[in-house]
């Protein structure tokens, strides 16, 4: 098997139906596990009959524990995880085949992800840039999981599971483990996959707040007392990277309106400012801080 993919689902059906297909569409040998926490929102009604993943309806602790419950089903070469909301772009596993096999020594890939709005509309482009640990404890980190894939050894050597105390924060807690492991890692320059701004993602939550301020908390002194210097040159990095800048995009997803059949959006002018939809609703446009 060369890729398993795991999605951890509780209550998504809508966005469920758009990323299995961008998951199925690949053209790589891949088996892609669905941990759903026993929804109640219609998605059992269809999930077990799909024949394009392999699904477990089983209680969980949250989605860390849903992500790891995949990760040790896993029978693949490469693993990843993409929620719901998340799609995977045309032709980004086999990038990410190609790279791994191009780059043997390199066990994590961090690749480019785009934002789009709940109508797949184009929202932000995130260009990525190699995680510092201690931009990653005070400020937030410049990766999405949706674009970020990694060899088996660092599950069945390293045993790099998510930490399942955690609740929203255990992408960020465990980048840091990566990391302090010394995980030889690289960036992919290629827009593997799309994350939904949907104004309801969990990272806007009172308890992803509350985890954040605790991780801030639990850093040490120098690194609490440098946070806007550390964010300042963090930021100039990923601008002389490049980061902020990208030329005219096209991107194909699955949308809403076109749940069968992918739907290409033209960006004439792509801007790397995040146009985040609160829970109230009322939307604010600000740069990407992470």
Not at 50 to 57: E, N, Q
Request: glycine share 4%; with cysteine; hydrophobic share 40%.
């Amino acid at each position: 098997m060369q890729f398993s993919i795991i999605t951890p689902s509780f209550r998504a059906s809508d966005w469920l139906k758009l990323c299995i297909p961008s998951v199925a569409d690949q053209g790589v040998e891949l088996e892609h596990i669905v941990q759903d926490s026993v929804s109640d929102d219609g998605t059992l009604n269809w999930l077990p009959q799909d024949r394009r993943v392999k699904a477990y309806i089983e209680k969980d602790r949250g989605m860390y524990d849903a992500v790891n419950r995949g990760l040790r089903k896993a029978k693949g070469e490469y693993l990843a995880y993409i929620n719901c909301d998340e799609q995977y772009l045309p032709g980004a596993l086999k990038a990410v085949a190609n790279f791994f096999e191009k780059n043997p020594d390199v066990e994590l890939i961090f690749s480019d992800a785009l934002v789009v709005n709940p109508d797949g509309s184009f929202n932000c482009f995130r260009k990525v840039q190699r995680p510092w640990e201690s931009h990653a404890r005070v400020c937030a980190l410049c990766t999405l999981t949706c674009s970020m894939f990694f060899r088996r050894s660092l599950i069945d050597e390293r045993q790099l599971f998510f930490d399942e105390r955690y609740r929203d924060l255990g992408d960020v807690d465990w980048t840091v483990r990566v990391l302090r492991h010394g995980v030889r890692m690289k960036i992919m320059r290629f827009y593997t996959s799309i994350f939904t701004e949907t104004g309801d993602n969990m990272n806007l939550k009172p308890n992803a707040m509350r985890e954040r301020a605790e991780f801030h908390a639990s850093s040490p002194f120098w690194v609490r007392a440098a946070r806007p210097l550390i964010n300042k040159a963090y930021q100039t990095s990923r601008f002389l990277q490049g980061g902020f800048f990208e030329k005219p995009l096209s991107y194909s997803i699955y949308t809403k309106s076109s749940p069968d059949q992918r739907v290409t959006f033209n960006v004439a002018k792509p801007t790397p400012f995040w146009n985040r939809v609160p829970l109230n609703n009322s939307a604010v446009t600000r740069p990407i801080a992470g």
